[in-house]
């Protein structure tokens, strides 16, 4: 009998890769989930694909669908991973990359990038768009704990607070950019609000390539991690120098966080939602809790993509989906913490 926690990983990367087959083949053209497996046993195996099989269907799958599906995983396991490392580190249930302002700080980059573009000064938009977010990332969280914990002592009551008047103050700065970006601001518009279209393979591959590897990092750290919940002296004294392990984590997860945005926009409380529903299931031990929350995160924002993309008459940004389901879950945590501090 396999351990639980085991069980329950085995369980939720069986569940994501279902959900990418049952995905690859939903929206205006439907194809069932064995042509999608045949299209792409075929397409790996590198022979040709049956005569049965409808000539459009290889290029809808490859070329359109596979694409978006895989980097709304990704980008969805990333900002899960990103969110447990923050709540990890800061010890605050309200934390992630969208409440503590990490979000708009990277899109105000990734936005500076883009209306660079449009002005006509050229940049290589895949180099300096996600160049620009992480940038933005680091210098809002840098801000943000400057504005928190001036005395160098950080409380958790305003942090989140900090967080959110930094946003508020690049929410204007992104206002200004739309502002200069004139007859193309509906481009940026759309791209604020989070979503996946026109993805392509240069995007899966960008943000696998530091995503994955940034998992590993973090799954580095993770017994660091568990013993860093314990406080910092007592971290000190069990041999985890906590402030070198904090900087390189905020920064990784900060990059993680980057470069989703630079990729889809702001697209908020996947960092909030995941890590707390699995909390419940594996406990603490971020050993487990990092990996599943990846997984976890994957299969949220890949169903909240397939319900605009295929379901919903007309597509809806996928920020405002997630932002209507995590906004109540947002409140509910804040009055926990609340009747907890009681």
């Known amino acids: 009998m396999l351990p639980k926690p085991l069980l329950i990983l085995i369980l939720l990367g069986l569940f994501l890769a279902a959900a990418i087959i049952l995905a690859t083949g939903m929206g205006f053209l439907v194809i069932t989930p064995l042509e999608v497996l045949h299209i792409l046993g075929a ?11 409808n000539s459009a269907f290889p290029f809808v799958i490859m070329d359109v669908r596979l694409p978006r599906i895989l980097t709304a995983a990704i980008v969805g396991g990333g900002l899960a991973v990103a969110g447990a490392v923050f709540q990890a580190i800061l010890l605050n249930p309200l934390a992630d990359p969208y409440t503590l302002g990490v979000s708009s700080g990277a899109a105000f980059g990734a936005s500076l990038a883009l209306v660079l573009g449009i002005l006509g000064i050229t940049v290589p938009v895949l180099v300096s768009v996600p160049l620009f977010a992480f940038l933005g990332a680091i210098a809002t969280l840098a801000a943000v704990f400057a504005l928190a914990a001036p005395d160098g002592r950080l409380s958790s009551n305003t942090l989140i607070l900090s967080g959110v008047i930094v946003a508020a103050i690049l929410s204007a700065g992104i206002g200004f950019i739309k502002y200069l970006a004139d007859e193309q601001v509906g481009v940026i518009i759309f791209w604020l609000m989070g979503s996946f279209v026109g993805r392509t393979w240069s995007d899966v591959a960008l943000t696998a390539i530091f995503v994955l590897p940034g998992l590993l ?18 971290a000190d004294t069990l041999g985890v120098d906590s402030r070198r392990v904090k900087k390189i984590l905020l920064v990784g997860a900060s990059l993680i966080t980057a470069i989703c945005v630079s990729v889809s926009g702001i697209i ?55 932002a209507l389901i995590g906004g109540p879950f947002f409140c509910y945590i804040f009055r926990k913490k609340q009747l907890g501090q009681r």
């Open 268 to 322: 908020g409380f996947v960092g909030l939602i995941v890590p707390h529903l699995l909390r419940l299931l594996l406990g603490p031990d971020n050993r487990l809790l990092l990996p599943a929350c990846f997984l976890g995160g994957a299969i949220l924002l890949l169903t909240a993509d397939t319900i605009t993309r295929a379901w919903l008459p007309s597509e809806l940004p996928i920020g405002v989906l997630t």
């Open 43 to 53: 397409k790996v195996s590198g022979t040709a694909v049956g005569a049965e099989i």
């Open 217 to 234: 990092v973090m799954l580095y750290f993770g017994r660091d991690l568990n013993i860093m919940a314990l406080g910092g002296r007592t």
